[in-house]
């Protein structure tokens, strides 16, 4: 089979050289450009020495041309780059015919004015909207083989749409008890030198951080809108946690009157028993975020709390492969008509 | 001042060594007796190298026998015991005119049925229940200090209560509506060795547990109960996270109608501004377990989520000072008439 | 191609575990058996949630039988078991044409007086001792190739073989003045619960243990010795440090006279340039073992310290994995005639 | 007894923010003055919210000027600042007759030329060399107590020259033959912002760094040198590992000609049987960082190799207490004739 010419926009931060790790080791890509500002003119290998002795980890970082790019023959390109600039260099390489994965905020809210209201300004690149889509591959899967621009969701927000959209579907429960508490490992923070996320600083430190009103709400609430069928608001609090990677969120809804525990085991079941990637563990089992680190799978569990007739959903996943480069991958072999789990598969 | 004659009951575990490094530098207390099956002939420095050259680190461990203790002259006896067998060694040590402050959960539950329920065996010294006094001193500091018998919180508990109490008595929340999500480090979960929670087991690795019925429910919700005046249920989720000690909980509940953030911080504020443990961060701002560590703190922080009309509030303490060997050690002082502080100014 | 009919013996372990990870995702691997007292009859991903989903996951542990073992058809058995224990089972599926690489220390001293020494027991198996290969790939390639009975190395000796082997066989080290200091992640401690390794106890510790004469010294000398074309002893020092898994040495070793920096860099090039998995980092950089964690790569780097005359090396590697998994399945490619790095190629 | 007044020069880095843990609660200190450019104008519990509630914490910083500063009525300063930058500030309020502690590497070299060498810049104030005492307590005891200028040691240095001095002093190690392996905690590269030091890029690796040359060699063998009576060079090999704080060395050395264990024991217990803080864990046993991490102890052990004829010492500190900040405050007790372990008896 033809391997998928392929770049890398901002390969230099975690979310980028985790596209890296799955791409450079992908059955049917062929890396040929990533790029970095910082690192430009460095080979892959000598900036992250992680990856010596794989092939194409000789390739160089250039500089994010547009022209460039398009120049290696790319005929997809993952973006790992800050919101408000994805935006625009996804807009010049759509126009070179380019299929874009862009891993960034800019593309996930269908709304440009809740755009701006979570991302504090204006949306850069609104034209584009109506042609991209929410890049979950359990939920939009259609519409992703047929995508140009994919907006790949964000870590939190995978972790809990996919424990409760089938749920809200099928009216298990109410839509307006929602609360998700989530703890993320460091990584989510970035590569960025920021003083609040040296290694001293969050050892043997426990905090949640961006409540009440955390930006990954508004795809939260869009896409879990979309499942119930009304507007909804939820309770969302991140925790930031000493791991590496991984995220586990423990999310409580009201069960609707009499909802029992085979209502809610079969709406999981049923929307996800040939899933390739969420594994279901069942009533009375809870998740735990070693079981699925450095994989793209997604652990779900659950629990009736019969006392105050709550659900309680756990879920996990590692949050820059599940919860980025490799759900993002998992979009790609969509499009490209790609076994779903192509360069995937490792535990 | 003459130092009280103390004894500790069950000290080498996470929480008895608390208490040892507790009170070997408490200037009010004398150690005459520390007990230990396992250890029972060894030095206290033998057994905790850490309390090498600390002034009496060289007394024995000694087989928990009541007369034996009694026979050291001590006035006092902290008891760090599994439930279930605190009771019958408290029984003993009070018979014999000794104050007992019993970390296990044997006496904070005023209901037997309810000890049953939660602990699945019959209350193993119901008739001491009516004198046993739930030692949060904060909430209970007149009868803690006319106590003969403390049931010293457990670490969850006090993280839960100290926050909310305030807010249930002066009606501002919905008490039906309370969830706790709480993230515990592994000192929790005791000494003893258990393939659970040996260092690769716990390390990179984030689960909930214990859902839906914890135990610490019953002492949580028999406090709550009491505040809010009425019975209720909450939603309880506890995690292990790697961290060595540090609890962090997040509360949400539903604000009475119209209550305003400065009715909620003016609660708080009335209810704690003089306390010596109790550190109020103020409207907006996150606990972080790490400025609490090894200290008697708690730190209590609160947010207004407006579009759900939830409170949402964040609080830090270390599990095995403030949730256990600490607090224990303040109601001691208030039973012997010493400053509240004394012995817990550290940080 | 078809696939090795393989066992695994003793799979519960961290060790097992990794064998499992490496040997379900084997492109040229079956796995007929997998033994386990303690869980025989669970299914593998019932023991092991991560491997859920895993093609052959599903097969359930079995009691280390070897009639069974061989009714199974393997053609090769990996044994994952407490040295003293391995030899006795090694002889029975040696006895039923099955091709063993055994990772204990059973097989790795040529000598009985030797392991004696440092194993304090007789040898169980010493009419095998003349057959078995010490299963270093680098280092005894064509041995590997024609053995039935390998000997996989220890982790700690591995890392600090690699390195020194070519030096000394080109003369470029005093032999005697070689001084190792190695780090070791925790799961090099074992499964078995032990209050020594719990979260606690590990996590924020430092320490050296098994000094002066850690049994990896047998194993260690022999070799080195060989490589040198003499008897030597060195000073060993090991320690424990707070990761799940990577091993760290630090070797030092007293140039001989006149020794140029270049001469170290040829000698280790010339033995390495063509290895899969040795990554000479070249002369004036750190191995750091967060670039090889779940790989078989061996990292390693070198400076003269001109001052006194000494090497000083730097080797990472996984224990793990080119430490004990990855190392045993390395070898059992090179017996079957597969790509020496066939099933051990992600990163 | 009247409090000396104190400032710290220099308070926002983890050396700072222990001095100010140390000296807030320092029975005999009153400080007086905290500086900090970046944090100028703000409280000392607005910046580290550990220490609310201290009394004392509500003093705000302001900037490094000595006219200030010896305003305040100082007595004393600590200077926590970078080398280069010390020198200048500590003339400054030498000449306004303040007692200077400076934890920088300033005044630790007494020959401008080696300082040069190391730090690859001229001395900025060789005039006050002669008259800086090198401030290991256990060691240069009565120059300290005289001292206007202490100059204290590195975290490293104290953790190898603390149990080599009685030991070359006794001339029973081959000088020559002296190799150090330090382990230090990720405190140790400070606070500033620098990606190689945050959450992801320290867990769960383990890499050494600094050879062979680090600048800590020019003080380890300046003291050494003098306990010796000889010049000396050693092998000084520091590791970057993941916990907080914390410093391990494992030190080897040729033991002269028929030197015997009670020949070693004897020279330490000679040397520190009546020290505060040096603790000897005896022969055949390793010291650990988690005995004495917060504290101002460093535990020190032993053994023979006697294949090799080489002595192994294991040494453990907490780098910023007896590594930086306890040390000073140790060194400050002695010059304003307090008890020696004023303000550094927790554990």
Not at 282 to 288: L, R, S
Not at 337 to 342: F, V
Request: aromatic residues 6%.
């Amino acid at each position: 089979m033809q391997r998928v010419k392929t770049a890398i926009v901002g390969a230099s931060g975690y979310t980028g050289s985790e596209l890296l790790r799955l791409l450079l080791q992908h059955p049917h890509v062929e890396l040929t450009a990533v790029t970095s500002r910082a690192e430009a003119g460095k080979s892959i290998e000598s900036v992250f020495p992680r990856f010596r002795k794989l092939s194409g980890a000789t390739l160089a970082f250039m500089e994010p041309d547009p022209d460039q790019i398009a120049a290696t023959g790319a005929q997809a390109a993952f973006l790992a780059l800050p919101h408000g600039v994805a935006a625009e260099i996804a807009t010049a390489l759509i126009a070179r015919g380019i299929k874009v994965i862009d891993l960034s905020a800019d593309f996930r809210i269908h709304d440009p004015a809740v755009y701006q209201e979570f991302y504090a300004h204006p949306h850069p690149a609104p034209e584009l909207l109506a042609s991209a889509v929410y890049g979950l591959p359990e939920v939009h899967t259609d519409a992703i083989r047929a995508a140009s621009l994919i907006a790949s969701p964000g870590c939190y927000p995978t972790s809990i749409l996919l424990p409760l959209i089938p749920l809200l579907r099928k009216n298990l429960l109410d839509p307006h008890s929602i609360i998700a508490n989530s703890m993320s490992g460091v990584s989510g923070a970035g590569k960025k030198p920021d003083a609040a996320f040296l290694f001293c600083e969050c050892n043997e430190s426990l905090r949640a951080y961006g409540i009440p009103k955390h930006r990954h709400l508004a795809e939260i609430e869009q896409e879990l809108s979309l499942a119930a069928g009304e507007p909804l608001c939820i309770t969302f609090i991140p925790h930031l946690v000493p791991v590496n990677t991984g995220i586990h969120s423990a999310i409580t809804a009201t069960l609707r009157p009499g909802t029992t525990m085979t209502e809610i085991t079969n709406a999981l079941e049923n929307a996800y028993a040939d899933s390739a990637f969420v594994r279901l563990l069942g009533p009375g089992v809870c998740a735990d975020t070693k079981n699925v680190t450095r994989t793209n799978f997604i652990d779900i569990g659950w629990h009736i709390d019969s006392r105050t007739n709550r659900l309680i959903i756990t879920s996990a996943e590692d949050n820059v492969v599940k919860g980025a480069g490799g759900q993002a991958v998992q979009s790609f072999n969509l499009i490209f008509g790609l076994p779903e789990n192509a360069g995937l598969q490792t535990v």
